[in-house]
């Protein structure tokens, strides 16, 4: 069965931290690109950060950039969002999203919540 699961969320000071995890299971994860992306309650999902299956090239929406850094582990079949300098706008649900065009996979997690609140 092809599953994403995200860990980590959670309520978090403005300025503070969080790594967000999402494990991969029922498909090769090596194969695939991954994607975070956010939404916020009344506001349509968002692409947070993306990286590519082969060299791990990265790429992250402009709010985001100096901020947060994905990174993958191919051999734990993890992908990870470390946010820093979080601000009250970066308050969303997360999700974890994996993609591939052959043999095609679209694949979502169920979200993790991420509140910045003091």
């Known amino acids: 069965q092809v599953r994403l699961v995200e860990f980590g969320g959670g309520l978090v000071q403005p300025g503070g931290s969080l790594r967000l995890s999402c494990a991969a299971s029922g498909f090769t994860f090596s194969s695939a690109a991954m994607r975070w992306y956010r939404q916020a309650p009344g506001q349509e999902r968002e692409l947070v950060a993306a990286i590519t299956k082969t060299y791990g090239s990265t790429n992250y929406a402009d709010s985001v950039k100096g901020r947060f850094t994905i990174t993958r582990d191919n051999a734990k079949n993890t992908v990870y969002l470390q946010m820093n300098s979080l601000k009250p706008e970066d308050t969303a649900v997360y999700y974890c999203?994996?993609?591939?065009?052959?043999?095609?996979?679209?694949?979502w997690g169920q979200g993790t919540q991420v509140t910045v609140s003091s």
């Open positions: 999203n994996a993609i591939r065009e052959f043999p095609y996979l679209h694949v």
